[in-house]
């Protein structure tokens, strides 16, 4: 065995458990005990049927299997070669029914098959058939081979007939923590990232990996059917990621989930010898996000990365020179070893490339330093993730050796740390407008795994094509992983993973209809062994019909966004997003709809008949005139006047956001540019110069005005903000408090706090949150729910004088003069505070106006709520348990017919939507949407309208925005409710002007 030189890795790069001396001794140890075995073995069924046999052949050995071994160094994963798998088949690896075993035909639906014609545009075909068996698409197309069919016995084949609705591949998620961020989450099985280093490669995903998830049937029915599943990003190298299929397999183990289980996956040598099938790819998830940023800066990153792949480069070295030497037949054969190092094993194989890396970097900075370490080392990048800069500096990324990699990103949520402050919504068209392959991604936590196909709609809505945002979230995911050949796709060969949609998939509010995976459908589900958490009924019988609704069954019209996308061009990514003030006269033609606040409901003031759009003529910011356009004639002046085609679009009262903190920060993970951190009065003692043991706080006193997060809000109709100064929780922070002080309520188009009009109202409303301790705390103890509920219980009883802050602040809360919003998320602890709350209007005598936000489970007293007069604010319409609190979801379509905000509303509740991060206060008009088709006829799009404007300031008590000077937003070519539409003025009586966006 040739000399080993090992560079000094620094502490970083080193397992705390694994000295390099022992490490080296270990592995000779191995490699002894494997020699004097001589150990040769068949192993690993993967539990499918048919059953893989893997033959493994020892390390050391003869001199053929030397040579075999030498061999399989430079054997890959040959593309060609899988490829050619796919049309051959007739079973897939990957099928057991069990007694099942049915085959299904899909007639007469609109198949996007994600293949290209001749032409380059993606495959579509109308009035098709799709046959699945065995796992696979064995037909596809206008008329599926009569002795396909015949050969199936008719009692296990079901016929569903789509009458034109839309089938895709099954998306496929490229950034998924499903299983190792099991849901819901608690402390013993959190395993989706390390601590241990920065450097660890050895680590696997398939190891932490719960099947028992609830978020894989949740997003299995929102479409997805494949995800890889990353060990983490806060570490340089997280270890070896896995690309698995969501559903539950008879087997039951999550082995059996991955998709191309690699060669060797459960043996420590031999890899890559199998004979019979083509050698499998690899997955690496590397990082250089801020997260990693625990271990050090870039330069200690860059470091620990560059000493890893040294490490794994001098191993590969001296495997060479030994093959080499093996080859030429001069060796000595007695001790003949083959060099290898266990620890480096993956390293190993992305620098011989048999890996497709996905790397989570972000700025410029970062994604130069990967490509710099990628062309050092020869290696190849296949995905960069997150990569919010990439649209600024394409060349750069062009610039890897190895071929460029796909760019996979968020279609909105920026700017809420210093990586993403110059993301862009426009990135994804951009990035497509230069021939980079696009993958739309979920977040974690902040864009759970349910909404993959939102972020695929947003990313059309700012310019993707129909067809490649489609493609981002199936084919493109899917070839980017190395498993094109497979899945992604609809084509004859490939694994049955299928998508039915209700609508154009692209339509705000789509949802499957059904799901199959391996040609075993999986959604609607069915209850049969209590093995799933939500039941969906039963099938009807072998014969089934979809209706899909009629009126959306084409992709929404797409607004042109040309001007803003060059001007975060010009800007690098931060254009100015100002208004251009208009105070002479504007006048608005082709309007469809007119809007207005009444006192407490959005008011019709003009509907256009079906011929003739309407005229509205603004003068000084105030409406003047809504009619048609006689009723609306100018007469001629030398007055200067503004023209805009609102392209049959509508005027509607701008959108109040409610539950982040806008406008209380710029970016959320600098804290520099943040109030700060707040003082818990449960567990630290208020410093005396405060005398007020609450230590209230005022979020008035915290506002910054013109953040990037605010001038987004504004620009997407979100004219007015309340905010208070709780955040949302963050991981391992123990940053929890009960008393979060008063809300204030704000224009989010203000410069600063003294111009006129900047605050709609100082103190809106008091602000508690009741919550059980994290499962992921880290830090001193939590105070416990009954200690907060004691605390909250003797404020409101007026125990507390009210010569303080908290004193009084608290009596008025409990005599009604302000609303207590509570952040609740359990029903027992929503029921302890309807109790509580009788308790104190028992005592003191007064009408306490208490509501809830977040409230996942407010559903499960949906009656008591509403006879409480409490009202609800929900944060989240797709909501995933990301705490034992909120662990009783409903999750509404496909699972279940009824939504948590539907059930709230026919309990008669008052109800409000908000959002947890000022991210997403922008997305409001989407969301509206979306409750508008999940809610369906029950509420008039009005209504749906005041879940965001009249009920909300109602429940949280902003009284400042009079029908008189409320802002109203004009958009293009649509409502708030259609993707078609865009946000192109808004009207602001109280400023006296128009603002041109
Ligand atoms: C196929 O679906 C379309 C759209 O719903 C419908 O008009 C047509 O009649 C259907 N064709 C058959 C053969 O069922």
Known sequence: MP?????????????????????????????????????????????????????????????????????????????????????????????????????????????????????????????????????????????????????????????????????????????????????????????????????????????????????????????????????????????????????????????????????????????????????RWRHLMQSCSEKTRRYGNRMDMMWSLRSAYHEAR????????????????????????????????????????????????????????????SNEFGFPLDIFLHASEAYLVPALV??????????????????????????????????????????????????????????????????????????????????????????????????????????????????????????????????ESGRSTYSSGTISGVEESVDPDETRQNAPGQPSYEKETRETLNWDGLPPLMGLPEESRVVFRNVKEVWKKGRDKIEESFLADKETLGTVIVENGKITCVGTSEDCALVPSNERTVDIDLQGGSISPGLLTFGSPVGLEEIDSESSTSDGDLLDALSVNIPNIFNDVGGMIRAFDALVFDTRHARMAYRFGVTTATSSLSKPHQLYKNDDRMIWGLSTTFRTAASHVLEPGATIQTDTALHVRITRPRFDLNGPPAVSVSSQLAALRRLLYGWESRDTDTGL??????????????????????????????????????????????????????????????????????????????????????????????????AGVSVGIGVQHPQAVMETRFQLSQVLHEIGASLSPREVYGLATTNLEKILGVKGIEPESADLVAFAGGSAFNLSSKVVAVISPQRGLVDLL
Not at 59 to 69: N, V, Y
Not at 320 to 346: N, Y
Request: glycine share 8%; aromatic share 6%.
């Open 3 to 279: 000399e080993k030189t090992y560079a000094p890795l620094s502490d970083l790069s080193t397992p705390p458990a694994l000295s390099l001396a022992r490490k080296t001794v270990t592995v000779l140890f191995f490699l002894a005990i494997s020699l004097a075995l001589w150990w040769s073995y068949d192993v690993v069924s993967v539990g499918s049927t048919p059953a893989r046999v893997y033959t493994y052949v020892p390390a050391s050995a003869s001199a053929q299997e030397i040579l075999r071994r030498c061999n399989s160094f430079n054997a890959r994963p040959d593309p060609s070669v899988l490829a050619s798998l796919g049309p051959k088949r007739t079973i897939s690896d990957r099928y057991d029914p069990g007694k099942q075993n049915m085959s299904y035909l899909i007639t007469n639906a609109t198949i996007f098959t994600g293949m290209k014609n001749e032409d380059g545009s993606v495959k579509i075909i109308t009035g098709s058939d799709l046959l699945m068996t065995n796992g696979l698409i064995r037909a596809i197309g206008r008329d599926v081979p009569r002795d396909l069919l015949s050969v199936i016995d008719s009692r296990k084949l079901s016929v569903i007939r789509a009458n034109g609705s839309w089938v895709t591949p099954g998306l496929v998620d490229v950034n998924s923590q499903l299983g190792v961020f099991s849901s819901p989450p608690l402390r013993a099985s959190n395993d989706f990232d390390s601590k241990k280093g920065p450097i660890l490669p050895w680590l696997r995903s398939i190891d932490g990996l719960h099947t028992r998830d609830n978020n894989f049937e949740l997003a299995m029915a929102a479409g997805t059917t494949s995800a890889q599943i990353l060990p983490g990003s806060s570490n340089s190298i997280g270890g070896e990621a896995f690309v698995v299929k969501l559903r539950r397999t008879a087997e039951g183990s999550a082995v059996s989930m991955i998709v191309d289980p690699p060669h060797g996956l459960n043996s420590t040598r031999g890899k890559g010898l199998d004979q019979e099938e083509p050698m």
């Open 314 to 373: 001098l191993v590969m070295q001296a495997q060479d020179a030994f093959c080499a030497k093996a080859e030429t037949g001069i060796w000595d054969d007695s001790r003949a070893q083959v060099p290898d190092d266990f620890q480096w094993d993956l390293l190993l194989d992305v620098l011989r490339g048999k890996v497709k890396v996905t790397s989570d970097c972000s700025e410029a900075i970062d994604l130069d330093n990967m490509i710099r370490l």
């Open 398 to 527: 062009n610039g890897s050796d190895a071929g460029t990699p796909a760019i996979a990103l968020l279609s909105t949520g920026y700017h809420h740390s210093r990586e993403s402050y110059r993301g862009s919504e426009f990135a994804p068209a951009i990035l497509a407008s230069r021939n980079f392959s696009v993958i739309m991604t979920t977040d974690g936590l902040i864009v759970n795994s349910r909404q993959l196909i939102d972020e695929a709609r947003k990313a059309y809505h700012f310019g993707l094509s129909e067809d490649l945002a489609l493609a981002s979230v199936t084919s493109a995911p899917a070839k980017a992983l190395g498993l094109g050949y497979r899945i992604g796709v609809l084509e004859e060969g490939y694994d049955a993973d299928v998508v039915m949609w209700d609508s154009h998939p692209l339509q705000l509010g789509a949802s499957p209809v059904h799901v199959w995976i391996d040609g075993m459908r999986q959604i609607p589900l069915i209850k």
């Open 809 to 906: 602040w608290f009596r008025k809360a409990a005599e009604g003069v302000i609303p207590l919003i509570v952040e609740v998320e359990s029903a027992d602890i929503m029921a302890s505070l309807i109790l509580l709350r009788h308790e104190v209007d028992g005592k003191i005598g007064g009408q306490m106006r208490m509501v809830f936000i977040g409230a996942t489970e407010s559903w499960l007293l949906a009656k008591e709520i509403g006879q409480a007069r409490i009202g609800v604010i929900l944060t989240s319409l797709k909501p995933v348990a990301t705490k034992w609190d909120e662990r009783r979801i409903l999750p509404g379509p496909p699972l279940t017919n009824q939504t948590a905000l539907g059930m709230l509303l026919d």
